[in-house]
């Protein structure tokens, strides 16, 4: 199963709180930036070119996380599962790994994707931490009865 873990581009700060909204709905409602636009497009572009067919999107119901998956210019589905702070198993468990038979794109947040990617790889829950606009694409793998992550990608819009 190949899982692809993609962080939402530069999205403006959190604004002060509005009379009347509480902040996580104003945290959820923040946009991208314009260079975050141009991010979130250079890594569609990339994405659209690797994407096995197929492959299954999640994304966080969070604006900013919305508008990067829409540069794909593909169907995906929201679940609050993906929202900032998520639980990592909880995150696994929606796209079914390891034992999912599609490859599985998610555009969420930081630190979620980090715990996520820490997680598979066998590392300490705060040791990754996913760029803005990056792409983490890991598979797994059974080698000789072992079962195995690997990281295939790491992409940043800097790069492309």
Known sequence: MDLILWRHAEAHEHPD????????????????TPRGEKQAARMAAWLD???????????SPAARCEQTAMALGRKYRTSPTI??????????????????????????H???????????????????????GAVWWLRHRERAGAHQTVILAVQTPELL
């Not at 979620?112 to 829950?125: A, D, H, K």
């Open 17 to 32: 709180l509005l009379e009347g909204q509480p902040g996580d709905e104003v945290d959820l409602a923040r946009r991208l």
């Open 49 to 59: 070119r690797q994407l096995p067919e197929g492959t299954r999107i999640w994304c």
């Open 83 to 108: 929202l900032p702070e998520a639980s990592s198993g909880a995150l696994l468990d929606l796209v079914n790994w390891p034992d999912g038979r599609s490859p599985v794109l998610v555009v969420g």
């Open 110 to 132: 930081q630190p979620t994707l980090g715990w996520v990617i820490s997680q598979t790889v066998g590392m300490l829950r705060d040791e990754c931490a996913v760029k803005k």
